[in-house]
């Protein structure tokens, strides 16, 4: 069975930083496309983070700039840094063989906690 399991999360104040790791039990060069979301409490699930195959990585608006996502062998990371309290959220990890598998993933993680006090 395929897997991808988050951890790193936790709780930070606003202006801190913090990793986000995904490990997966393939090698992340076997997917396409694997991306970091979030989904706040009451409110829809956004995309955070996209990283192709290549590395080449795409963000969502509310962390252009603040955000870093990379894929190692088998992680893939997401470090965000000047942490606000609207980034409080589930983040999941997702991937997929496909290179445009829009938000419809084949796999995802159980999702982590992450909280930004003010």
């Known amino acids: 069975e395929v897997q991808l399991v988050e951890s790193g999360g936790g709780s930070v104040q606003t202006g801190g930083s913090l990793t986000l790791s995904c490990v997966s039990s393939?090698?992340?060069?076997?997917?396409?496309?694997m991306a970091w979301f979030r989904q706040a409490a009451g409110k829809e699930r956004e995309e955070v983070a996209t990283?192709?195959?290549?590395?080449r990585a795409r963000y969502g608006d509310s962390v252009k700039g603040r955000a870093t996502a990379s894929r190692g062998t088998t992680t893939l990371y997401l470090a965000m840094r000047d942490l606000k309290p609207e980034d409080t959220g589930i983040y999941s990890c997702?991937?997929?063989?496909?290179?445009?598998?829009?938000?419809?993933?084949?796999?995802w993680g159980q999702g982590i906690q992450v909280t930004v006090s003010s």
């Open positions: 997702a991937a997929d063989l496909r290179q445009f598998p829009s938000r419809d993933y084949a796999t």
């Open positions: 990283v192709e195959r290549s590395g």
């Open positions: 393939q090698y992340t060069g076997t997917w396409a496309r």
